[in-house]
């Protein structure tokens, strides 16, 4: 075998080479794209209109307004290419790392449940969940989020006490922003605490598991906002709500983290009936944020003094605060009144993180919340017959939003990730050593090392050691006729481009100690 | 702190226990449950009438008949609870590391598909997709399986050539049969080989793949059957079958696994309009099965000797028997004639595992097929607009079966499978320590030590060790008031019972030590 090194650059013909890059044009990678081009208000789905049959999208062939068949994703979906599935790996052990940290079990239950299961759980977002067409069986809906078949399987199987996590899609039909990251198929990562325990332990818990996860991705600050049901409701209350508008007029705080005061202020008043008077009393409130001292102020404030309601909540706070600080993850904490949280279900503390710095969607601003939860008391005894409840608090990360951080972070970082992690590249030098090469393979993977090799019968050398180069396989074991002859193999550094030439029998043992010096 | 290891097994009352038995007790453990009564020809699914409403099961509560509220899975679907995850990952884990061990890359697709995608895939069983209700957007069906999605996947992003996995969830409205593992919803795990290459280089591998994976899961004896549609077209040909019955018949042969010939020579006759000499004839193939010497023997019979169709798949099967030597995995290989697999878009090498020996569903018989799959080298270009076709050859892991036999020797085994991970435990002695717990699991799980804590501020002693021991957790990090004045901490052994006391700052690395060397 002759030296070919200064030869490898100048390869053009790469016969060999998989075409990782192509699934990786996604979607919202692709301004001529389709689903980049709609806009939030394009609810119809109707794929046959806008710039569906543009030509050059590799989304949109043939069909169309054409009648012709559209080769595409459902709308608000799509397919995710070998490197961003190694990104999500990555992703997904960290978090799956911290919740076997804390004991965690882990659950599956079905994408679709009967329709009354979800019925009444989700306000105003119900007209958001997809239904099955009726095939002349049950009724059923795709799953709004993994939260409400969490309460349900709870119910069904009678648990009394049970910490777990789930990570799986959800499905919601919703105008996609798939620049943001926002689809209508997208994952949940779920860790839920659910029994009857002392105030704030498992509350605490679920805050130190946010900062774990977010300190480990290392995507930089990060601020975890709390509040409380109980004490909006104090404000709601001591201001002069009505009980009733409680839960729209928590939904309209909700908004504060998007829109202005003043907009917020509007809905309240015009679309939610409030007086002006009342609203602005919500507003001195809802804007302050601080730590434990606007806790203290607060709970000494003239109108919320004689709100048991708010008192609790500001109890349940001090306390958590406390607890954090012996967990060692307080610091990251801030007291907001005007966090919300738009589920209707929440009863008692409520959290959210957000990336403070930074981390931006290119042009379409900061990426804002990536994990929110709270407690909720109340949803299993939904699903009890006999209303039996058992108290819950959990959290969700927003793991599509950590995945495009994550992977934004890697590549500026020109950090190495690899959609395979093949070890070896089995190198024939001549012609017919198919079976030599096979054998070879055979050999590697009976002792467990990830090993490929060409699916021609006579591959040039070249393009084999360039697709070893090109795919950044730490080492390549060639054999010629010589090398078979003479009972050795040729290991090759693919980085350094050094050769030893080792026997056959030494093989497997020279492979795992190179790979373990690199 | 005292002594109390004879009173631990005394110890009835146990707070803490989370019930991780409860969601074990899944449908087809279940005989008194919903799905295990239904007949295999309740096809309505309708849940109001049958076992629904018969009180005691865990799955039917209320409704029904009565219409009240119906807490249960949907038909054919159910749970899984934190001990079949655990089984479950360690299955995948098996498997995850073969297909990497081959260099795959791994790629998601949606759960659902525009219906256009699915129709004229599946022949007779289209009638089993799952479609979405029309909400006014575009027409969607849930995934048949995950082969038809790959094909849509490489035409639509263009690509030549791709090595992937996909491990996901499909949906088939068929006659559930739970209690053999056959549901509406289930896991299908797929490794496929895409691309121009040499004959049977990458069949081979998938064949080779299927060896390891099984091997390496030791679930018992198989057989790899293997068989091409080649060879089944030029049978039929040469017996006289009309072009335009080959898939037909084929599908009927297919049957030859369930059902005696006499059954399926009916199917041929009465149903499908063959005469009886041509069904006859087949029957004098499709009953042999053996190895190398098989494919001799018929690439010289008679008939078959002028049929190049026939020709052609002996040639490739004998290479493919060569090529399984070299990779070290002919010894499962089985030639049989019957093979035929139900799905149209074969177009080469089928093949199929079976365990053959000692898995049984109880009763209900043997496991049969756990993996299949075969070349398919005209499914991509029905995609693509200009019919350009990329050949293809994969397989497909009856998962859900391997999760099951997997499961029942594990449990046969005794084998310590348990749902957490959990390391040490950390137990505090007496009242008014909760903040000296969490300072200690904050400590610990800094260190990346997987811990836990009671939920409560002072928890029994005795309630906290008993957790330990039935969560099988290896170590106790025990302290009362004396042990943090002191500064120590002490390390309990779960299974000896041993303890030893150690200064605060060594902690981490005594249990460090101690885990390694359990």
Known sequence: MEKMDNQLSDLVNKELKVDVAAPNKSPENDKAGNH??????????????????????????????????????????RDYGPMEMAYRREVFNVIYSVFHMHGAVQIETPVFELKDVLTGKYGEDSKLIYDLEDQGGEILSLRYDLTVPFARYVAMNKIDNIKRYHVARVYRRDSPAMTRGRYREFYQCDFDIAGQFDAMIPDAECVQLVHQVLSKLGLGEFTIKINHRKILDGVFGSCGVPSEKFRPICSAVDKLDKSPWEEVRKEMVDEKGLDEEV?????????????????ETLANDEL??????????????KLLFQYCKSLGCAEHLVFDMGLARGLDYYTGVIYEAVLTAGQNFGEEGPVGSVAGGGRYDGLVGM??????????????????????IYEQKMRAESNKVRATQTEVFVVTACKGM?????KLLGLLHEAGIKAEGSYK???KILNQLQYAEDNKIPLVALIG?????????????TVTR??????????????RQKLGGL
């Open 481 to 493: 006729e010589s090398e078979v002859e003479a009972g050795v193999v040729k290991i090759r550094d």
């Open 383 to 404: 699903f009890d017959p006999k209303k039996k409840t058992v108290p819950c608090v959990g959290l969700s990360f927003g793991i599509e939003r950590l995945f495009t």
């Open 457 to 459: 019968n006579n591959p």
């Open 279 to 295: 609203a602005d009393k919500i507003g001195n409130y809802v804007k302050l944020s601080g730590r434990e001292e606007l806790l």
């Open 498 to 511: 050094e050769e030893t030439t080792i026997k056959r029998e030494e093989l497997v043992e020279t492979v």
């Open 434 to 438: 198919v079976h030599e090469r096979l």
């Open 304 to 317: 919320l003094k004689s709100s048991p309601s708010a008192q609790a909540g500001f109890a349940d706070l």
């Open 36 to 77: 980049s081009k709609r806009t939030e208000n394009d609810k119809d789905g109707n794929h046959s209109k806008g710039s569906q049959n543009e030509k050059g999208g590799s989304q949109s062939k043939g069909k169309g307004k054409s009648g012709k068949f559209v080769l595409k994703t459902p709308k608000g979906t």
